[in-house]
């Protein structure tokens, strides 16, 4: 009996990860030639381009609420998200002292910076049955670091 609010939150999450994906490459798409989705089930990156360039997107909802934006590095003990994606870039849309923006971050530098500071930032669970961990960086922290733009 628990498979459908399950299901349910992750449809919906899906849902709105597509929509992200879709912004960034109207964003992107005059950079990158051909920027398009990858299709299926693919865990190196989430869109490529014609001329090689891959992005990872992330659609972070909690950062309304929390102030911070989180990053993903195990699932169910595996290296996952920011730890395992093959992506050339990190997008990163979340919520900035009430506005919405979007980080475009090297994923080598973003790695970098984690390792940097890994034992300053805080680290939780979360996601589905608490399977995921997490690190978690202030939305202002991301944004002075990184730089950011907003979301029209």
Known sequence: FYSKPIMGNFLKDLKRGHKAEQ???KQLGREHENLHAVEGSFKDY???ADDG???EVKYDELS????????EYECYGKESGVAST???EWVHI??????????TISTNSL???LKANWKYLDKVKGGDNNASKMV?????????????????
């Open 23 to 25: 912004y960034v490459i």
């Open 46 to 48: 989430d869109l490529i």
């Open 53 to 55: 360039y891959t992005a």
């Open 64 to 71: 309304e609420k929390t102030g911070n934006v989180g990053f």
């Open 86 to 88: 093959k992506a050339f």
């Open 94 to 103: 979340y919520k900035l002292n009430r506005v919405w923006v979007y980080s």
């Open 111 to 113: 790695k970098s910076f």
């Open 136 to 152: 978690l960086l202030s939305a202002s922290d991301l944004a002075d670091s990184f730089g950011f733009k907003f979301i029209l």
